[in-house]
C-alpha cells in the first residue's frame, strides 16, 4: 500500500476542477474570444434593463422609443462604429 501525501492529493484534485484548456493556441484564443463575447453581452443585458426599467418608471414606452431612435441616419452610422469597436476587442489577438 502507497503511503499517500495529503498536500498533493488536494492540490490533483483542485486541478482537476479548473476550466480544461486544449493546449492548442488557436483554439484557447477562441476560448478568449468567447468570454470576451460573453463579458460583453452581460454589461450590455445590464445596461438595457436599467434603461428599460427607468424609462418605464418615467412613463415611457422603452420599443417605441427604440423604433423611433433607431431608424435615424446618424444612429445607424454610430452603431455600425460601435459594432466595429466591439469586434475589434473581442478578436483583437487574431490580427
Known sequence: MKNKDPDLEKILAFKDNLPAFTGNPAVDKLYEMLMRTLQELAVTREEVRTLQLLLKENGMDPDKIFDEF??????????????????????????
Open 70 to 95: 433607431s431608424d435615424r441616419p446618424e444612429e445607424v452610422e454610430a452603431r455600425l462604429k460601435a459594432h466595429k469597436e466591439m469586434i475589434t476587442r473581442v478578436i483583437g489577438d487574431l490580427e
